[in-house]
């Protein structure tokens, strides 16, 4: 009767332990997102906010948030003076020197691409379309972006190519594919949730895709010399 009392009382501490156990790990995984997103906003305002602070507390003017606020306002004062002409040709000055610089070039212009990617110019040279590929073997398939189209001269025809940008790490470094335009599938994907996709490992991939009607970009084709 003692054995059967304790072999009870076990398998309830067993139960009660695997019931708390699992419903920690609930909460952990409830938390967690929450507790990352508002690491980093709270960073990001910290962080946005220290770059005009310290002039209001100069100023002894001591309200939190200002300074973040002031910085959104001058970066859409940024984006209004180049997006005029003498903005721009400022602008043009400071990264021709900029691209003069040994290691600051290499980092400038990663950071460019990327930035170029999300751009709201669409004149831009920046990622056209997502595109899946069928690489690098038969079942399998790469996720990319289109960045230009290119017309191949044969003797007998013209192929069409697509240049397909594949990141190899993140987002910054990859391949380039020449791609047939027949062969991709353009899934109903944005480049900016293509790029979310690349940068979270896949993480946020959606259940579903399915492929769009191709978007005819005749002034994005560039004619290779004719091949012999």
């Known amino acids: 009767m003692l054995t059967h009392s304790v072999h009870l009382f076990q398998a309830c501490c067993f139960v009660l332990q695997s019931w708390v156990s699992k419903k920690f790990m609930t909460g952990c995984v409830v938390l967690f997102p929450v507790a990352v997103t508002f690491f980093i906003t709270w960073w990001f305002i910290q962080f946005v906010d220290g770059f005009f602070s310290p002039i209001y507390s100069r ?15 001058f970066v859409f004062l940024i984006g209004v003076f180049v997006s005029s002409w003498m903005g721009a040709t400022v602008f043009w000055i400071g990264e021709w020197f900029i691209k003069r ?5 290499h980092i400038y212009s990663a950071s460019k691409q990327i ?4 751009s709201p110019d669409q004149n831009t040279t920046a990622f056209k379309e997502v595109a899946i590929i069928r690489h ?3 079942g399998e398939y790469a996720f990319g972006f289109i960045t230009s189209t290119v017309t191949l001269q044969k003797d007998n025809e013209d192929e069409e190519l697509c240049s397909v940008f594949v990141p190899t790490n993140h ?9 047939n ?4 599938i353009r899934p109903n994907l944005s480049i900016r949730e293509g790029i979310e996709i ?3 490992g896949g993480m946020t991939m959606p259940q ?8 005819t970009r005749p002034n994005e084709r560039i004619s290779l010399n004719r091949i012999g």
């Open 59 to 73: 100023l002894g003017i001591d309200v939190f948030g200002l300074g973040f606020v002031t910085s959104l306002a």
């Open 208 to 215: 579903l895709i399915s492929p769009v009607e191709r978007a």
């Open 101 to 105: 610089m040994p290691l600051v070039r």
């Open 198 to 200: 690349i940068v979270s």
């Open 181 to 184: 335009s027949k062969d991709i």
């Open 171 to 179: 987002l910054y470094i990859g391949d380039i594919f020449l791609v």
């Open 115 to 118: 930035s170029a990617a999300i």
């Open 136 to 138: 690098p073997r038969v």
